[in-house]
């Protein structure tokens, strides 16, 4: 009973505790909004978060890719496919974000947390999140559904150049992510909802795991809450994006155990 009572007042110190700070922390900022004034600001947010993943499911699909580019062939063929879909995730999660924060007034982007300033401070949280979800991997690496699933590019393997080529691209996009659903939503939203905007965040960051495997797609709730307090308490993405990276490679590198030499990794390509 006393572990258990130890357990329950670590998870409340983890998110009820910092739930209230975050909320004391943005009420001055909800209180410059005249409550019989629309507050346009999340109207805006939530827009333009709808048109980009939108763009980002039907224009930056790599099926979309080979339709509007049958001629492009060769042996880089698939990953001038990743390049494509890389290349609508920066457009969408960053550049159209940017443009809105740009347009609406009083704001910069330099406060959506995208300074790396206090990241030192904090790094040990993140890399204690590393560790715990590392067995977690490892023991996932093991089942089928795992292996069918990642790599993404299933020619990874083939050599340094295009296993360096496929991580490069998966970073720049998990950077662009992160600063989507940590920077763009949650301080875009947080002067009218405070810690509420975690979990507005939460649904399409869940949804986007919709075609992985159920598991991962469970988990990605639990690590949305989590990363959308951390950024929000430390008013920055750069944690979440070291994280991110760093359990995406690692579960590249151990699917790429399962890719025959000269072929095909197992999956879809």
């Excluded at 443009?99 to 704001?107: C, H």
Aim: contains cysteine.
């Amino acid at each position: 009973m006393e572990l258990l009572r130890r357990i329950r007042l670590l998870i409340k110190l983890g998110t009820v505790n910092q739930w209230a700070k975050i909320d004391a922390e943005t009420r001055t900022e909800s209180e410059t909004v005249p409550g019989d004034r629309l507050d346009c600001q999340p109207l805006v947010i939530l827009v333009v978060a709808a048109v980009s993943l939108t763009l980002i499911q039907h224009a930056g699909d790599r099926a979309n890719f080979g339709r509007l580019f049958a001629e492009v062939d060769g042996p880089y063929r698939m990953l001038w496919g990743f390049a494509w879909w890389t290349g609508w995730r920066v457009l969408g999660y960053v550049v159209i974000p940017v443009i809105a924060i740009a347009a609406l007034p009083g704001q910069r982007v330099r406060d959506y947390y995208v300074s790396p300033r206090g990241v030192g401070r904090h790094l040990w949280i993140y890399t204690l999140l590393f560790v715990l979800v590392l067995p977690l991997v490892v023991v996932a690496s093991k089942s089928r559904g795992f292996s069918l699933a990642y790599p993404f590019y299933k020619l990874a393997h083939r050599s340094t150049f295009d296993l360096l080529a496929w991580e490069l691209m998966y970073a720049v996009q998990f950077v662009a992510l992160e600063f989507f659903f940590r920077g763009f939503l949650l301080r875009g939203l947080a002067p009218r909802f405070g810690s509420a905007a975690i979990f507005v965040m939460l649904v399409p960051y869940c949804m986007i795991h919709f075609p992985k495997p159920m598991v991962e797609t469970l988990g990605a709730i639990v690590a949305g809450l989590v990363l959308g307090t951390l950024a929000m308490r430390t008013r920055s993405i750069a944690g979440g994006v070291l994280i991110h990276i760093g359990v995406a490679v690692t579960m590249d590198l151990l699917a790429l155990q399962h890719c025959p030499p000269g072929g095909l990794c197992p999956g879809i390509p």
